[in-house]
Structures are given as C-alpha cells and as structure tokens.
C-alpha cells in the first residue's frame, strides 16, 4: 500500500515512528507537507497537486495536522476524502475536534462524563456562572488554548470575578468549568485506535502545578484502566467519530471526567510510557480499512 502522512516536518517523533512501522509491514509510506499541497476542483475530478507533481495512487492518508493550521490542513484532508482516499481521521471528525465547545457538547449528548462546564456570551451574572460550577476554586480556559497554555484555576471567588471580567473585557471567550481537585494535578491519555483501547498513560503535573501537560513539565507512567475508564474513552472516541484518539480525562470521584479528545495524539509521550508499538496499531487499522 502507499500511505501519505499529512505532516509539516518529517522529523517529528510521531511522523517518524509512522513511517517506520508503515515499512516494517512492506508498505510505501511518504511525508506530504498539507500546507504545501494545492487543491485542485473541477467536476468530478479532485486533484492535489505538491511538489511539482499530482498525487496519485495514494491509498491512506493519516492526518497529524497541528491546532493551527485545521483550516487548510482539514481541507486537504476532505480533498483526499473526494478523491476516494482511506483517511484514520475524517475532515468532518477534526474540524469538530478542534472546537472545545462543540466538543463537549457532542460528548454531553453521548452521555460521556465531563467536569461540569458553562459557557456564556460574556454574560454579566459572574456570581451566577461561579455558582453553576460549584463556586470557587474553577478552571477557566481559553477556547483557543492548547497544550495547557490558556487554562488557569482561579482558587477564589474574587479571583474568579476578575479573571472572567478581564477575559470578557478582552473578548476573550472562555469556558468555564468545575475544578476537579481529586485528580491531584494528574490526568489520563488514553490512546483509542478504531474503537479499542491500545495505551494508556497517566500524566501528573510538576510539584505546584495542577495542569497535567507534558509540554508544561508532566512526567508519564503507564497505567491499568478501571473498565469504566476504558468503557468511557472508548465512548469518547466513538461520539466524536475519530478513528484515531487521544481521550483525556480525570479520575474524580464520580468516575471518569472526559476533558477533551485529542484527533493529533501525539505517539512520543504514549509509546514511551507504555513501551508500546502504537504505530503499528495505526498502520493495522489502515490494513483492515483498504
Ligand atoms: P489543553 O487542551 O490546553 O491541554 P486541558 O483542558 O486538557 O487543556 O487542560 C490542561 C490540564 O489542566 C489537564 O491536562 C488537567 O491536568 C488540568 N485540568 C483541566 N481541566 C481541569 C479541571 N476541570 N479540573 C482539574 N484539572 C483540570
């Protein structure tokens, strides 16, 4: 099989991984850069041009398209998707994705566990958004956030008041949400490939911090599921309609708290906890797929 991964730079941990395990199992794996590639329409007959070149005989695509380039990563991905291309993650399942929002509305709907979350169109009842989520402390975040950056615990009242006041002010929007304080500053990755669970990590913070992201100086360790975490992130995936997952979600002591679901989880952090071969999962995936 030929498979294209949609990445910007070859040398990323998870691009490389990819195309390693794509070639231990025989097939022909390429890098395409998405944000280099030229969508072509015409009736009936889509066509991506890159490189001085059309693209042709492609039989998967995996789509590794960062937060900040969805639009035109997501449009080529619907472009592959027209030419009758097998992709892991649909354009329709990214765009979604990559909205926090609609996210967790999706996931409400679905009937996955979520920390408790208002929303409002800066609203000027503060006291009434603090009191919906139990009051203070709360976890603001910016819609546009990733990577932790954008997340902030305001731990009291007045705190709140004036973070939510500052941010409306800005016409920043932010999601306000409950603050789950028995997760301890830790989190769960749990990597879902085609509606089963093939890894799972547990993430916690650096001393002081509550936010679990590697990028902000968590340390990983694999991690047993309870089978109600494994049953919601397989959930998760599943409303959200994605192929290949990242599910996050925090151990409260209702259970599972999805925080958001992740369709670009990156492999380094997973494989090294767990010491498993996630590539090949995906390539597996493709495999029963084409
Ligand atoms: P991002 O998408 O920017 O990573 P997240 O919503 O995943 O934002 O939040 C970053 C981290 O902050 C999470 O991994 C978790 O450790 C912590 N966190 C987020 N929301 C809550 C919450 N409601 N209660 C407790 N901790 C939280």
Redesign the pocket.
Same mark, same amino acid.
């Given at each position: 099989m030929k498979i294209a991964i949609l990445s910007r730079n070859p040398k990323l941990y998870s691009t490389r991984r990819l195309v390693e395990a794509g070639k231990a199992k025989g097939h022909d794996m390429i890098v395409v850069d998405h944000l280099k590639c030229t969508i072509e329409l015409e009736k009936r007959s889509p066509k991506i041009y890159y490189n001085g070149a059309y693209l042709e005989d492609i039989d998967a695509v995996i789509p590794r398209i960062g937060a900040s380039v969805t639009f035109y990563g997501t449009a080529v991905v619907r472009q592959f998707e027209m030419m009758k291309v097998f992709t892991v993650v649909e354009s329709q399942a990214l765009v979604r994705s990559r909205d926090?929002l609609r996210s967790l509305q999706i996931l409400a709907r679905a009937g996955v566990g979520l920390?408790k979350t208002v929303f409002t169109n800066y609203a000027k009842d503060i006291d009434h958004v603090i009191d919906s989520v139990g009051g203070a402390p709360?976890?603001l /975040?910016l819609l546009e !956030?990733?990577?932790?950056?954008?997340?902030v615990?305001a731990e009291t009242h007045n705190a709140a008041t004036s973070v939510i006041e500052a941010f409306n002010g800005l016409k920043a929007r932010v999601i306000v949400?409950?603050?789950? /304080?028995e997760?301890g !500053?830790?989190?769960i990755r749990v990597f879902v490939v085609d509606g089963v669970v093939v890894g799972a990590m547990k993430?916690q913070?650096k001393e002081g911090e509550?936010?679990?992201?590697l990028?902000?100086g968590?340390s990983a360790s694999i991690i047993e599921l309870t089978d109600e975490e494994e049953t919601t992130a397989i959930k998760a995936a599943k409303a959200m309609s994605l192929g290949v997952a990242g599910v996050?979600m925090?151990q409260s002591s209702t259970g599972p708290?999805v925080?958001?679901v992740?369709s670009s989880p990156g492999l380094e952090g997973i494989e090294a906890a767990t010491n498993k071969d996630i590539a090949r999962e995906v390539i597996r995936y493709i495999e029963r797929n084409v």
């Open positions: 926090k920390p709360l976890v /975040k !956030g990733t990577q932790g950056l954008g997340v615990l949400q409950k603050f789950i /304080k997760s !500053g830790a989190d993430r913070g509550f936010r679990s992201n990028h902000r968590g996050d925090l708290l925080l958001e992740n």
